[in-house]
């Protein structure tokens, strides 16, 4: 059995991660800004708004089918990873991924 790279290991631990309900933190904190706001975006698969519950959802089938995702260094807090997706019609996302924790980061156009 070959050994997953890292970047397989990253996915498969935000996957595990988005798909429970109680990891998820998407509230704004002066530590942790986000701009998360679903409600806002058309979901592409409905053509209805996101609900927030649905913007998990599709985060977690995006990681699922291999959306490309960009490591980036944030600056709040101070030299912690996230990762970023760019889906289509232009939604951003940015997950941040802690000690059991997702935190949502942006959601937005």
Known sequence: ?????????????LITLAKRKRAWVTE?????????????????????????QGAKDYVADLLENGHPLEEIVLEKPPGKKAYVMKAENGIYIKIEMGNGILWGRSFHD
């Open 28 to 52: 704004f904190s002066a530590k942790r800004p986000t701009t998360w706001r679903p409600k806002t975006i058309i979901d592409p698969r409905t053509g209805d708004y996101f609900t927030d």
């Open 1 to 13: 059995m070959a050994e997953q790279s890292q970047e397989e290991l990253i996915r498969h631990q």
